[in-house]
């Protein structure tokens, strides 16, 4: 599939899914930012190790594919590591450009999940619950009603 | 599964896969390293999102992993964030102790792929292939062969 094999250092120490893919988390070596989440397969992590430039598996397209390929937004690794049990990378990169497609700094950019916002909503819920269920309150003091 | 649903805000944002768990990357918020990655089901995201403490499923054990339940080390969420496709989770969380069962700051501690010793071996093997070639080395002044 690649004509990199993967040096037998790091295929001792992989572990690939079922689907012969291990997750990819690249980092801004700089920032410390996580740009994104990605899949490898054997080929796309031996690319990657060759040629220090970040080169996923696209699950989608099912063709290795190098990251900036097409938008020119490329990843020059600078670290790559395996985690305690080898099922997951971890690259750290010098991202020229927007890492996202969609054109944002990261991949998680602006997609916060509004924690305040949630806790917010949950206790209006529990006071409207509560309100709804003062009727039988007397039924569950008896405990286990 | 949990007593505790899942928003529909997030509900409609996040796209677990087929087993319906989705990758969840653990960064120290103070850091920024990237502390571990595992996975979530439903439950395991919307107790994460109720209880702002970092919890898993567990794919080994088949339940939800409370990170520090018994270690003691236990992940208080800051942020939580979805990738640009929803198949992702980041958190930032405040780690106590080690993120690690086997002791280490993060799963990625004293983990590197050695970059340069691989390049090494790589150039060496490069001159090596091309010593044995040698003999058919005027073969190959063909082109093609």
Known sequence: MS?????AA????VRFDADGLVPA???????GEVLMMA?????????????????YWSR???????????SGHTQQVVSVALDC?????????EQTGPAC????TSCFTDRAV??????AAEAADTVETAEAARPGEEDRTDGDS
């Not at 004509?3 to 040096?7: A, D, R, V």
């Not at 989608?60 to 097409?70: F, H, Q, T, V």
């Not at 049990?85 to 990169?93: A, F, H, N, Q, Y």
């Open 101 to 104: 497609h969609t054109g944002t």
């Open 39 to 55: 899949w490898m397969n054997d080929a796309a992590l031996a690319t990657t190790l060759a040629t220090r430039r970040g080169t």
């Open 60 to 70: 989608s397209r099912g063709e290795l594919w190098r990251k900036g390929a097409s």
């Open 25 to 31: 988390i690249t980092q801004d070596a700089a920032t």
């Open 10 to 13: 790091v295929r001792d120490r």
């Open 114 to 119: 509004d924690l305040d916002a949630l806790e």
């Open 85 to 93: 049990d080898g099922d997951t990378v971890l690259l750290r990169v």
């Open 3 to 7: 004509s990199t094999p993967l040096p």
